[in-house]
């Protein structure tokens, strides 16, 4: 169970320093008079480069425990249903 929480809040942690990174970009590119696509993703990786990597290690936590934490209640309950079984 407690696996599951981890991992979720890892993923929201990964959510929080995504959205973040767009906040920073869209205020370094504020004063610009022109922003095109192609200035708006140069500032976002020039911005917050360790907010992306770390980001990334967040999120692959998150789903590593996620999983984790999913498949050891599904043993669980596998193992709990055999103990429960009348062995004739």
């Not at 890892?10 to 022109?34: E, H, R």
């Not at 992306?52 to 709990?80: A, D, P, Q, T």
Request: with cysteine.
């Amino acid at each position: 169970m407690g696996d599951k929480i981890v991992g979720c809040l890892f993923l929201i942690i990964a959510a929080i320093l995504v959205s973040t990174q767009y906040i920073v970009t869209a205020i370094s590119v504020s004063n610009l008079t022109y922003v095109g696509q192609e200035a708006f993703y140069n500032s976002f990786f020039d911005c917050g480069y360790v907010l992306f990597l770390f980001c990334i290690v967040f999120f692959i936590l998150g789903i590593l425990l996620l999983v984790r934490g999913l498949l050891c209640i599904k043993s669980m309950k596998n193992s709990v249903h055999s103990l429960t079984k009348p062995q004739w």
